[in-house]
T-cell receptor, first 115, second 114 residues
Framework: DSGVTQTPKHLITATGQRVTLRCSPR?????VYWYQQSLDQGLQFLIQ???????AKGNILERFSAQQFPDLHSELNLSSLELGDSALYFC??????????????FGSGTQLSVL | SQQGEEDPQALSIQEGENATMNCSYK?????LQWYRQNSGRGLVHLIL?????REKHSGRLRVTLDTSKKSSSLLITASRAADTASYFC??????????????FGKGTKLSVKP
């Protein structure tokens, strides 16, 4: 158990809909990272937050947004969903927000299916 | 864009054999990390090797780093069926400084047959 909690584990929705994925980082970790994993694109970095502030942005679509709350949990909002958004979405956390120099702890992911 | 690329894409071996996976990357890095992912589960950190290190060991794992060739290898010795998983290398984005986000390769899928 990594200590990172993601909910829900599975989500099935229709095109055009909006969903929210939730992540609670490991106790004491200040930084949260969101990744999208699909068969064709592999593991893509989406966005990183550190202590409530956006720190780095990757290949995140404009239809997607995220935030980190004062209690450090994070939410990833996906809107106007398309079939191609079907993927496994991972949240990871780290202590200092320096993911290149410290290990990341991953949650078990949210499997999103857009029908 | 991918920074690290693993090779081979898939590897099938018998229990007890050694497994070697390679990773090549494009730009200079601070560190390189290896992660493991069991089917459909979250990634688990295995080892971090710094750019000034050439080799690092952790149990049955041995990682090497050649910054001149921009490559790394992960060796799993005396493999077990439980080692069946996908293995990913991860590096920083190469932008310089500490942006904190890791870029992952597409992974090597290792299958260890009992």
């Amino acid at each position: 158990d990594s200590g990172v909690t993601q909910t829900p584990k599975h989500l099935i929705t229709a095109t055009g809909q909006r969903v929210t994925l939730r992540c609670s980082p490991r106790s004491g970790d200040l930084s949260v990272y969101w990744y999208q994993q699909s068969l064709d694109q592999g593991l893509q970095f989406l966005i990183q937050y550190y202590n409530g502030e956006e720190r780095a942005k990757g290949n995140i679509l404009e239809r997607f947004s995220a935030q980190q709350f004062p209690d450090l949990h994070s939410e990833l909002n996906l809107s106007s969903l398309e079939l191609g958004d079907s993927a496994l979405y991972f949240c990871a956390s780290s202590a200092r927000g320096d993911g290149t120099n410290e290990k990341l702890f991953f949650g078990s992911g949210t499997q999103l299916s857009v029908l | 864009s991918q920074q690290g690329e693993e090779d081979p894409q898939a590897l099938s071996i018998q229990e007890g054999e050694n497994a070697t996976m390679n990773c090549s990357y494009k730009t200079s890095i601070n560190n390189l990390q290896w992660y493991r992912q069991n089917s459909g589960r979250g990634l688990v950190h295995l080892i971090l090797i710094r750019s000034n290190e050439r080799e690092k060991h952790s149990g049955r794992l041995r990682v090497t780093l050649d910054t001149s060739k921009k490559s790394s290898s992960l060796l799993i010795t005396a493999s077990r069926a439980a080692d069946t998983a996908s293995y990913f290398c991860a590096t920083d984005a190469g932008y310089g400084g500490s942006q904190g986000n890791l870029i992952f390769g597409k992974g090597t899928k290792l299958s260890v047959k009992p």
